[in-house]
Each structure stands twice: as C-alpha cells, then as structure tokens.
C-alpha cells in the first residue's frame, strides 16, 4: 500500500496544489480579503472549554435555512453496481483481510493489521465477535505497510486446524522488521494457538524503507499454498531485486506445505531441479546468489508490490494486481515461470533503460490505470456470484487511495475493456472478499465491509451532478459568483498553498443537522452537507468547487471551471489544465479530490476546531465575530471545543517552529499521518509531538533522489533534506505534493527552509 497527497476539490482543505484546501483568505471580496483572518499564535490544545469563544462576540443572530445546496445519494454509473454496508454493528481496526473457511458459509475471519483475527457469524445484524487469533505480541505493525498482512485456511482445516499466517516482527537485534510467513494451530476450543508457531520463511527487509511487503496467501486449487512479496523497497527497487532469481523479493512463490522439512517444493515449479537448497532466509538467499542458483520457492518473478491477488474460482486463473512506481498500475494474470518486468518496466512502459529496456521475456500486462486516477491499486475477484448478472465474468478492482472500483470486462477479440462501476466509493479500498456463493465485498481501512450489489439500473447515470453551476442550488442562480442564501461563510488560519489563488469557503448544511466536534477537535460533518469553495487568481473567478457528503455516505468532489465573460461555470469531468491568468491551472477530477480528503483526517480537512479558532467578519451582518462562538450560538456546531488553534504560516510575530508546524499539518498532514495511505510513517500532524513525528534523521522510504546522507529532515542542513527536496519539484512523480499543482510555493519553501537549518538536533 502506498499513498500521496494532492490539492483538491470544492471543499475546505489541507491539501497541496492549485486545486487545495484551505487558502487563509476571507469571504469578502478576494481583492479586499486576503488577510481577512485574524490570526493569533499557535498554542497546544487545551483539554478546558474554549475560553477565546465564550467571551467573544457572535457574526451571526440566526441560522440561514438551506433548502437548495444539499447532497443526495451518490451518482450512480449504468452498470448499476452499489456498495450496500454489512455487518454495520461489528467494531474492528484496519481490516486487511477477510475470509470464510473452506466449507464453512456460515463464519468470517477477519484480519487487523494489529495482529488480531477475529470470527463472526454470517447474519446481517450480528454485533458479537471472538477473537480466533491474538498475534499482537508478535507482530510488529510500526510502519505504514508492516503488521498481519494476509491469512489462509489449510484446504483441510476442518481436519487439521492449520492457518498460515504472513506477518512482520522484529528483527533479531530489535526493529522493524523480519518478514515471517508462518503455521499455526487451533487449540482444542477452536482458537488459533500462538505458542504453536513453526516458522517457514523468515527475511529482514533489506531498506530501511520498511515497505513493499506484498503480502497475500492463498491455496490454489493444486494444493499448494501462493505468496506474493514485493521488491523490499525504496524507490525504483535500486538493487533490482525484482529480476534476481536468487532471492524472493519481487516474485510469487509456490510451496507444498503437506511435506517436506519445512516445506518441499512443487515438482513443476520453474527452478524445482534446485529444491535441495531453499530460500527460506537471508543466510540462504546469500549463499544462493553467491552459488548463480535459483530460488527453487519462485513461481514467478518481475513484481513491484503485489498486494492482493486471487484465483477465479471458474477458471483457476490467478489474477494480480501490482503498486506501481510513479505513472502506472497494472493488472497480471500470473504464469508459472513469468516475468512481469519490474524494475525493467512499470507496467507496459520503459522504466529503467540499463538494458536499453529490452523486453524479451517478458510478460505484459492485462491491464493498466494511469497516476494519478490510481495510486495505490488493490486486486480483486473475477465476479462469479448469481446476484449482480452484468457482472459476471468481469474481473473487479479499486484502490486504496483514490477510492474508485473499476472492472474489466473480457470483449469479443479475446481481450478485456475497462468499465467504471464506481467512480468514486469515499473508501480506502484495503482489500476484496469472496464468500462461497461468489458474492464480493470491500474492506475499507478505515473501518466497514461493504458487499457489491446490484443497483437495479440500466444505462446512464442516476443522481448525475448539475452540468452548470448556476443549476446546483448552492450559488445565486441569477448571480453565480455569489452564494445561495442558505451557506454559511467561514475562513481559516494555517492558508493552504493553492498555487497562488484566493479562495472563499462556505458550509451548507441540511436544515436541522449539526456541525459536531470530535474528540481530536476534527468536525465531523453530516450526510447531506456541500462544502463549496471558490478560487481567484488576480481577483478573476476561475472555479467552484464542491466537496459533497452524499446521504449514502459517500464523500465526492465536483469541480467547475468559469467561463471567461464570469457569468457561470461548467462542470469539468475527468480533471483538466487550462491556461488562466498566464498560468497552467489544474481543474481536479474527483479521483483527484479524495486522494487530498483522506478518511483518516476527516474528509473535510479545514473543519477543525484549530482552524476557525479566530474571528471573522461576516458580510450579512457586519460584524467581526468568533467563528466557534457564532455557529455554536445559532445552532450549527455542538460538541466541546478546546483552545486548540494554529500559527499562520506568514505571522512574523509567531516562532519558527510553530509556524513550520502549521504549514506542514495544512499542506501535508491530511496524508501524513497514521491511517492517511501513504507508504512512509511520518505523522505531519502540528498537535504531534517531534518526537514522534518519525521525521528528523529518519531516512527516506522513497529513495534518496541523488542526495548524499539524505533524510526526512536534516537537522541544520536544509540541502540534505527530502522534505525540502520533494517541495521544489513539479512535473515529476516524486513531487510533493504529487498531483494537483504547478507551482512552488516559495515563500513556504523558504519557512522550512529557515526552520530546519535553525535546528541544531531533534528536539523531543
């Protein structure tokens, strides 16, 4: 699993790039507004009331009604597929697999990254689980992509009671983290056993990148228990690991776990005339490569990070999707003995040219999903269930940053065309389950299973977003530069960097529901709500947009790009980039939004308490007043607020590193923080203590970029800092932020800059 951030759609947010979050500008006119926040000095946060608020005065004596600006269900593509939420009274963390045991229907197990297993049964209001198996103790799950990854079911469990298990722990001297892929057996009472733990492969990873596990077991149908594991990390697998032979990096194994000392290897596996010597750790693998042999466990090699797979249980084809580097993810159906050309190729195309990319031997992709649509991809299943007939044979996948579910469907020249089934779930896509009926379901990291079914449509698409902005009910449809009458304004303090544009925000929520603040001082916003924002570059309105809650729990972004006489805007489908005031200006697709409005900050970034901590004059009114005190007093916000505010960024008058810290939280944290998606540990969030941010002196995860002892952040020296080095690229795949902008936010450059050469080490 991988993740990145972006700059996105119209909404409130902390993401980078021309199409971002939270500009620190007003609501007044942009030419009159740009420091219209009044900005006061970062403080910790409080756990006592908010003390600013109750003295200060309200903008507001009533709440507008909103009968115009609302969010209905989700637009629906024609193939009619929906996302229906089971088992909805169940309470799990970051699930990442799930199965039913062979012959048994009525159970499901299901993984946490933490190491736990646990078992339910199979009816819609089940609340109760058990816990099958605790490998917390043994797993270590300290970086992003480490902890219990995958489990697999004996084809005899019923008789035999073996699970094997793939999972990090620590390494020997201490540390993340060996790679264990294990078996285990249930005890008398039906519980996994840990004490029984015979260990098959163990393997360090060979970076301190701590990432490209791979990570997905499974029998097939010959009996023999499939691994996939990816290259071992660091960006653009730098000792090309992935085409050597003679270790295990960057294949799928095959091994027979019914015999042998540990294992003994299928006798048609392609390297099995060296079965004498097997790879199953490090001290092997070296010695097999100073021997020139080959690992007898390889199946098949040539893979970047192969997440999840499966077989189709019609056909026994196994179907693989691959993580891709920069620019694409593709989709594999696995041959014994084939090469899938990383790091020789990043799907069908030329990645590392040493060897003038010759492509002999190896094998193509199925399919491929361009960056930034996809940036993260997640296998699924061939659908062979009975229920969702347009469905059937189609091979179904998502992602598990942007969130789309996508199929391809096998076409009459004995290929496979691409259909859109969701464009966007509002889901990390973690994993894909099958039940024995056939029936699919997701797994969102974030919490909630989810099962494919049919929506009952045919052709077009349902709950279609309004083509011209003056027909979405939430602008003056007479004057669409202007808000309907039911929005209610707002502003920030940290200013997101949206390449250079001013911004105005408001909120429109359904008559009768709140604002509510959560117990980290996010706000969590209500089904129904829109969230509109527009953007200005030297005072002409070039876009709206409108960051949607959907009544089916669907978060989705919509963007609308002003036509040059300034009377309305148009719906731009699929993202664009258009000149505008003598600049590139990047229109987001809805892909685009949901990479930067990740679930674990909340969606709608900007709504935090740290945020509108502060005063804002309200047109309607003119009055300048508290923004927790005035949507408290008429209504809108319930909860408990702290104290909790941020730095701006550009007050001189506040410290070096509290202004760091908030620029960071609003251009990064969204991402970079536990949960947010990415492939790097780093916690960007301003409450955070240093300490624990895993950024000063800790080595990139993503290569180096050429630069000599490079860190995250190098205390004192500016020059050998990823961080930095990231920020001033554009047009290229390790950009930060990634998607989304077209120019660098010098000023911000410079903060950090200044911030990081005055650190003389990492402070606690």
């Known amino acids: 699993m991988k993740v990145q951030i972006l700059t996105v759609c119209l909404l409130v947010t902390a993401c980078g790039g021309s199409g971002g979050g939270d500009g620190g500008d007003g609501n007044s006119s942009p030419a009159q507004s740009s420091a219209s926040s009044s900005h006061s000095s970062a403080s910790s946060p409080s756990s006592s009331s908010l003390s600013s608020a109750s003295s200060a005065a309200a903008g507001l004596s009533v709440r507008p009604s909103n009968i115009s600006c609302l969010a209905g269900q989700s637009p629906q593509p024609e193939y009619g597929v929906k996302l229906q939420p089971v088992y909805t009274n169940l309470n799990f963390n970051q699930p990442v697999d799930m199965r039913q045991p062979p012959g048994d229907s009525a159970n499901w197990y299901l993984a946490e990254k933490n190491g736990r297993i646990i078992r339910f049964a199979d009816t819609p209001d089940v609340s109760n689980t058990r816990v099958f198996a605790d490998l917390t103790s043994q797993v270590n799950d300290s970086a992003n992509e480490a902890g219990l990854l995958s489990f697999a079911f004996h084809p005899q469990f019923a008789s035999n009671g073996e699970v094997y298990v793939f999972y990090q722990t620590d390494e020997a001297g201490g540390g993340c983290c060996d790679s264990l892929l294990s078996r285990f057996s249930t005890d008398a009472s039906g519980t996994l056993d840990p004490d029984s733990e015979q260990e098959l492969i163990r393997f360090t990873a060979p970076y301190r990148s701590k990432n490209h596990f791979g990570g997905h077991l499974g029998f097939g149908d010959d009996g023999y228990l499939y691994l996939s594991i990816g290259d071992g990390g660091s960006a653009g697998d730098p000792d090309n690991r992935a085409q050597n032979t003679a270790n295990l990096w960057g294949s799928m194994i095959r091994i027979d776990v019914d015999n042998g000392s540990p294992y003994a290897i299928p006798a048609s596996n392609p390297f099995a005339d060296q079965s004498d010597f097997l790879c199953d750790t490090d001290t092997q693998m070296e010695q097999k490569q100073s021997a020139g042999g080959d690992c007898p466990e390889l199946y098949a090699w040539g893979l970047r990070n192969p997440w999840r797979w499966s077989f189709d249980r019609a056909t026994g084809e196994l179907w693989l999707a691959d993580v891709g580097q920069g620019n694409w993810e593709e989709i594999n159906t696995i041959q014994r003995g084939g090469n899938y050309g990383w790091r020789v190729r990043e799907g069908a195309h030329c990645y590392n040219p040493a060897n003038n990319c010759d492509t002999r031997g190896l094998t193509d992709p199925v399919a491929e999903e361009p960056q930034p649509d996809f940036q993260s991809i997640t296998g699924g299943y061939r ?221 709608a970034l900007g709504l935090e308490t740290a945020q509108l901590n502060s005063s804002f004059l309200y047109p309607s009114t003119g009055i300048n007043g508290h923004q927790i005190t005035t949507l408290q007093s008429i209504g809108v916000l319930s909860g408990s607020a702290t104290d909790a505010r941020l730095t701006d960024p550009a007050d001189q008058s506040a410290s070096l590193q509290e202004r760091a810290r908030a620029y960071l939280h609003t251009n990064c944290a969204q991402c970079h923080q536990p949960g947010g998606g990415t492939n790097v540990d780093m916690d960007l969030r301003w409450q955070t203590s240093f300490s624990e941010m895993q950024l000063c002196n800790h080595p990139p995860q993503n290569g180096d970029m050429g630069i000599s002892d490079a860190m995250l952040l190098a205390p004192g020296d500016s020059d050998a800092s990823i961080l930095l080095a990231r920020m001033a690229l554009r047009d290229h795949a390790q950009q930060m932020p990634p998607v989304g902008s077209n120019q660098v936010d010098t000023q911000g450059q410079a903060l950090l800059n200044e911030w990081i050469d005055s650190l003389s080490g990492c402070p606690d």
């Open 383 to 603: 659908y062979r269930g009975s229920t969702i007939a347009s469905l059937q044979g189609h091979y179904v996948y998502g992602d598990f940053v942007t969130g789309p579910l996508h199929a391809l469907k096998p076409n009459d020249k004995g290929g496979w065309d691409k259909e859109v089934l969701i464009a966007n779930t509002g889901q990390n896509i973690a994993s894909f389950a099958e039940d024995h009926q056939g029936e699919l379901y997701i797994l969102s990291f974030n919490g909630g299973i989810f099962q494919l079914q049919d929506n009952n449509q045919s052709g077009g698409v349902n709950n279609a977003p309004a083509a011209q902005l003056s027909d979405t009910g939430c602008v003056n449809a007479a004057s669409p530069h202007l808000p309907a009458d039911g929005l209610i304004p707002y502003s920030v303090t940290a200013p997101f960097w949206s390449d250079g544009a001013q911004k105005q925000r408001w909120i429109a929520l359904p008559d009768n529901q709140q604002l509510s603040v959560q117990p980290n001082q996010d706000w969590a916003v209500p089904p129904g709500s829109v969230l509109v924002k527009n953007f200005y570059l030297n005072d002409e309105l070039i876009e709206t947009r409108l960051l949607k809650h959907h009544t089916d729990q669907v978060w989705a972004g919509y963007t609308y790009a002003w036509n040059q006489a300034g009377t309305d805007a148009e719906l731009v489908v699929g993202g664009a980039v258009r000149q505008r005031q003598g600049q590139d200006w990047i229109y987001p697709s809805g892909s685009d939004c949901m990479q930067c409005h990740t679930e674990a900050a909340g969606r």
